[in-house]
Nanobody, 126 residues
């Protein structure tokens, strides 16, 4: 079964940038929509962004729209999240996930994603 591994997290000052990567192994993700979620301390996991299998569509949470960009390289079996103009409230563990089904629609509901990575910590200092 597919395994997802996130990387690229770290500590950054407010206004800075980070690029997260999600590398898949044990199976291809090229025919699946993919998403990024995050979980801030004391809160539930929340949707951040999603991208269609063909890269033709993207979808963002309002809180990150205009600052974050999701992309993918199917040849490398990898999904990315470019995060710019970071704010302290972006501090969270970030997870990538594979959408369970429905390639024509991008979902923001976590239970519609079946495989998840272990997460990477992003900390934004003020």
């Amino acid at each position: 079964q597919v395994q997802l591994v996130e990387s690229g997290g770290g500590l950054v000052q407010a206004g800075g940038s980070l690029r997260l990567s999600c590398a898949a192994s044990g199976g291809t993700i090229s025919s699946y929509n993919m998403g990024w979620f995050r979980q801030r301390p004391g809160t539930e996991r929340e949707f951040v962004a999603a991208i269609s299998w063909s890269e033709s569509s993207t979808y963002y949470a309002e809180s990150v729209k205009g600052r974050f960009t999701i992309s993918r390289d199917n040849a490398k079996n990898t999904v990315y999240l470019q995060m710019n103009s970071l704010k302290p409230e972006d501090t969270a563990v970030y997870y990538c996930a594979r959408q369970l089904a429905g390639r024509s629609v991008l979902y923001q509901t976590s239970y519609l994603y079946d495989f998840w990575g272990q997460g990477t910590q992003v900390t934004v200092s003020s």
